[in-house]
């Protein structure tokens, strides 16, 4: 069974970082995709970045691409995100997933995490 937890939300500045962790206590970890996706107040759950099992790709949306970077070690069981530049409009709630890469070359998730805050002051 998979598990996600988040950790790594707060707020920051207007181009600052902050590190995102999601964690996960199932043993299957490696065998997912991960990705993150984001929802702010009143919008629609967005994707944000995802990578494969192996770490060797990743997708990112075009309004992050540049400035956050996915990354994950599978014997820790645990996905990161970067996020670098931070902008107000990244201010949402960030969500870790796992599941599978899909036609549109984003993720589908099959499982989710509870939601960190990530709030940027302008």
């Known amino acids: 069974q998979v598990q996600l937890v988040e950790s790594g939300g707060g707020l920051v500045q207007a181009g600052g970082s902050l590190r995102l962790s999601c964690a996960d206590s199932g043993r299957t970890f490696s065998t997912y995709v991960m990705g993150w996706f984001r929802q702010a107040p009143g919008k629609e759950r967005e994707f944000v970045a995802a990578i494969s099992w192996s770490g060797g790709r990743t997708s990112y949306a075009d309004s992050v691409k540049g400035r956050f970077t996915i990354s994950r070690d599978n014997a820790k069981s645990t996905v990161y995100l970067q996020m670098n530049s931070l902008k107000p409009e990244d201010t949402a709630v960030y969500y870790c997933?796992?599941?599978?890469?899909?036609?549109?070359?984003?993720?589908?998730?099959?499982?989710w995490g509870q939601g960190t805050q990530v709030t940027v002051s302008s």
């Open positions: 997933a796992a599941g599978v890469l899909n036609a549109r070359g984003t993720m589908t998730g099959d499982y």
